[in-house]
């Protein structure tokens, strides 16, 4: 085990925090202060890593349209040897199927609501008509079923799906109520890339959690958690603490996902080990772009590929640096299937350009008086923020004059980044994205064209801060397309 990373983790675990009770309408446990757990991750590697298992869809014979069925419900799960705790999930106890889609699919969703509280469920990063978005709009009263039908117009990507209640969305997911949805399309299919998933493509949900002494989870709503965002002292992957992966020796494939309520991560593989990063939120790079570590923030997705040939027999540990916590460890066998080389070059992105665009448009992230804003306002379900004309190219020009860390995410459309800080952004940031980290006193300018699905009044599209207890206090907005 590495030293130092589980040393530090445990220093952090003696952080005072307080304990309360998660979703007490669902019974989820929490004990009051006295037996928070500090960090769990001891840097041994003893479970298994879990792969979550893929959902393709039933195409129907009649109307050719793939349809999925999904049940968002309550369980309970153990992820420590200390008990179980009450958790939500799709399908399941805990987290979600990986929904696996096709560019030019139509697709049907049926989501059935067994939590015993109302929820909806988002499409992170696909691009769906707004009515179709799951967006607080949606709401899906408990013990009733919402079907959501679009078609899938975008590119080869890794997405995800979660509940996105007004004010209720951070203890959802919190409570497991997350899932990958994957869309492929003709064109990266034809590339030399790791894509036999649990084999070679591998999805890597990291959250944060906090546990009592009795392993039921912690979830404070304190007001300074609420402002700081909670951050659980557990790491987990694909909701296992510690957990060990058989990766064959060749190029392996990870699909990151920054799954947290609030949590900022910096990935690396131990030793700074040089890795690949092939794509974005909304898919692949113009070409594999060579890194020793990438900063997430919430929401935020990467995909890269990790090069194993030369090291059957070791074990490479994925670790958080920000935090010193070892994630999970990849242990080198032998290779059972064709290797992969990764082109050079993966895909053309079409830069859209400043000249392109008609206007620059404020997004100020801003606190003040024990509150979070954007463009000094709060949340309100019955106001539309702003509306953009279709097909219009615009320059977003998002500024965190805070003294504490956020990001942006938008819906119904995804953009570049033109410059970060008044520079030009990192090349590993110069894909297509949905989200992005904005730290502290810092500025983003992003340029977007929504092509497509203009909506209604009674369903704007959102955006917002994605660390979800500030997303939750009001850190959102809403846009229409005209
Ligand atoms: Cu991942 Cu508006 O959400
Ligand atoms: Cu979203
Ligand atoms: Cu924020």
């Known amino acids: 085990m590495d030293r130092r990373f589980f040393l530090k983790a445990s220093a952090a675990g003696a952080a005072g925090l307080t304990a309360s009770s998660l979703l007490s309408g669902c019974g989820m446990g929490g004990m009051g202060g006295v037996d928070l757990q500090p960090s769990l991750n001891s840097g041994l590697f003893s479970r298994p890593f879990f792969t979550p298992p893929e959902l393709l869809g039933t195409v129907n014979a009649v109307t050719g349209r793939k349809v999925f069925d999904l049940t968002m419900q309550a369980g309970s799960q153990q992820f420590t040897g200390n008990g179980v705790t009450n958790t939500l999930g799709i399908n399941g106890n805990y987290l979600a199927p990986t929904l696996r889609m096709v560019q030019g699919d139509s697709v049907d969703l049926n989501v059935t609501n067994q939590i015993g509280q109302t929820t909806t469920l988002h499409w992170h990063g696909m691009r769906v008509p707004s009515d179709m978005d799951g967006s607080p709009h949606q709401e899906i009263l408990n013990n009733t079923t919402w079907n959501a039908a679009y078609s ?88 296992v603490i510690d957990p060990v992966l058989d990766v064959p020796a060749k190029e392996v494939r990870f699909r990151l996902l920054n799954g947290s309520n609030s949590r900022i991560y910096t990935f690396q593989w131990d030793g700074g080990r040089v890795f690949k990063q092939i794509a974005t939120e909304q898919g692949l790079l113009a070409s594999p772009v060579n890194l020793t570590s990438i900063t997430m923030s919430p929401g935020e997705r990467a995909e890269i590929v990790v090069d194993f040939s030369a090291l059957q027999g070791q074990g490479v540990l994925f670790q958080d640096v920000s935090s010193g916590t070892s994630l999970f460890k990849a242990n080198v066998v032998v290779n059972t299937i064709p290797a992969t080389i990764t082109p050079t070059t993966l895909t053309t992105i079409v830069p859209l350009t400043r000249t392109q665009a008609v206007r620059s448009r404020p997004f100020i992230l801003s606190m003040g008086q024990g509150n979070v804003y954007i463009n000094n306002k709060q949340m309100d379900l019955n106001r539309i923020d702003e509306s953009f004309a279709l097909n219009d190219i615009e320059i977003l020009d998002i500024q965190n004059t805070s003294n504490m860390d956020h990001n942006f995410h938008i819906h119904g459309a995804f953009f570049q980044l033109l410059t970060r800080n008044g520079a030009a952004p990192s090349i590993f940031e110069a894909g297509l994205k949905d989200t992005v980290y904005l730290p502290a006193n810092s500025r983003v300018e992003a340029i977007i064209k929504f092509t497509n699905y203009a909506a209604n009044a009674a369903a704007p599209f959102m955006y917002h801060c994605h660390i979800l207890e500030h997303e939750d206090a009001g850190m959102m907005g809403q846009l229409t397309v005209v």
């Open 152 to 239: 899938v117009i975008q590119k080869a990507s890794t997405n995800w799906y979660h509940p996105h209640p007004h004010g209720t969305t951070a203890s959802q997911v919190y409570a497991g109520l997350a899932g990958m949805l994957i869309v492929d399309d003709a064109e990266t299919a034809a590339l030399d890339l790791p894509k036999t998933y649990g084999t070679d493509d591998f999805p890597v949900i990291v959250q944060d959690r906090d546990m009592n002494a009795d392993g039921t989870f912690v979830y404070s709503a304190s007001h300074q958690e609420i402002m700081q965002g909670k951050k659980g002292l557990t790491m987990m992957v694909n909701g």
